[in-house]
């Protein structure tokens, strides 16, 4: 069965990851007119894959890329002032250790990475002395020294989710389980053809289409789109092991490796610890991204090199893997592959223009955006000017200095809540948690109750706000529930949403 889709698109996204929501977002904000297909859930792939952090990243001055670094660091700050729910605030200790990097060269990095982005309202960094400091508690005591900077943490998956938001209510047309089976060049526009998960097919027309699919870019490229130049990227596998707590203070760790790989430890979800990532050469099939046991044994041999509580693969209660689609600039290891992006636009004449995103990371999705929309300046002139980094992501509209404050005015309108469940709910949703209370007065009013801390009137915002459609997209990328719920409490929320 074919719907043939009447409405020309001005733009339309293959890939519904942070750089293809990203650019849905500023693009119905400019006024165009948007449809962007996702083959599986919102940010299910790469975008939910990351370390969790929005950062220049620190060890990419080693090779020089001062540019990136500075865009990043810049970005880290505007991205917490638009989303202060979902971004906020860590402190990182990176202990000095004898034979790797001097402790001359530490403070040398860590000074240009002060200076480098215009840090306003993030800490400077500090040296520790770990003999009289609790950060010094749980390493090694071989460690005396170290020092202490600043970054930010984002809830990835959640960012994603609510750049396409913002893009619905901005007027794009999100479609969550369309795969693009083909793309083609008719006179002056692009028709594409979707599939769904029912074999149903949709055909929609577009006068700019932009291949925002990750990993799967080059697949777009060599068998999708007809008459696209090949586009080659470098696939990268990154993955994350999850522990219970090792420590009790809220700093996280940066951790340097004998073979220049550093591996970061942080406090996640409250009762657990983050450790990740990894930098493996992708060379198995795209529909099987899992952590292998070397990569498992690698991560925990690096934190128990520095901590007094040692990790094992068996304490692992939930692991994490995600390909990332690295522009090769011909790198010989993977850890030194260029993580700055490409925009690259293909169409000349009559043509209707061809997009393509190589590359990039999280914290520069927005900048990225940006640079897409430049290039559509030769398609739709006059277009209103950037506006991402001044307007609020949905639930983040207030100031990102005063989240104790909006948390605490919560509490004030639901005081039957309890402050580990209201700050969740603030963590995740900002002032919108509304939408979810409701005029609930205790927690019968949020109906039936799953588990860990998820009722019934949150699966249902999911579902009829945020395209959530299965248990999987509800407890492992929304609200990463599924580390607090038993194998019975999921399927509790499998027969419900069957029911929906």
Known sequence: ????????????????????????????????????????????????????????????????EFNLVKKALIEREVL????????????????????????????????????????????????????????????????????????????????????????????????????????????????????????????????VLINAAGPWVSKMTESVISEAVDRKIRLIRGSHIVVPKMYDHDRCYILQNSDGRIVFAIPYEDDFTLIGTTDEEHRESLDQIEIDKSETAYLCRSVSDYFKKSVQPEDVVWSYSAVRPLFDDGSSDAQSVTRDYQVISEGTGNQPPLISILGGKITTYRTLAEDVMDKLTDFFDPLPPSWTGSRPLPGGSFDHLDFEGELGRLREDYPFLSKRYARRLMRMYGNLGSKILKDAKRYDDLGEFFGGNLYESEVRYLIENEWARSAEDILWRRTK????????????????LKNV
Not at 136 to 162: N, T
């Open 80 to 207: 917490w002032g638009i989303a202060p729910h979902l971004i906020y605030p860590l402190r990182f200790v990176l202990p000095h250790h004898n034979g790797l990097r001097s402790a001359a060269l530490l403070r040398l990095g860590l000074f240009i990475y002060d200076h480098l982005g215009g840090r306003k309202d993030l800490p400077k960094t500090r040296k520790v002395a770990f003999r009289s400091d609790e950060v010094g508690e749980p390493l090694r005591s071989d460690f005396k020294v170290g020092f202490e900077y600043s970054d930010c943490w984002v809830d990835d998956a959640r960012l994603v989710i609510s750049n396409a938001r913002d893009a619905a209510d901005r007027g794009a047309q999100i479609f969550v389980g369309h795969e693009v089976v083909t793309a083609q060049r008719k006179h002056d526009f692009w028709v594409i053809k979707t599939r769904d998960a029912d074999l149903n097919t949709r055909e929609f027309s577009a006068r």
């Open 481 to 496: 529930e599924g580390l607090r719920l038993s194998k019975s409490e999921t399927e509790k929320v499998n027969r419900f």
């Open 1 to 64: 069965m074919t719907d043939v889709e009447e409405k020309m698109f001005d733009v339309f996204i293959i890939g519904g990851g942070i750089n293809g929501c990203g650019v849905a977002r500023d693009a119905a904000g400019r006024g165009l007119s948007v449809g962007l297909a996702e083959k599986d859930d919102l940010g299910s792939k790469t975008s939910s894959g990351s370390t969790k952090l929005i950062h220049g990243g620190l060890r990419y001055l080693e090779h020089y």
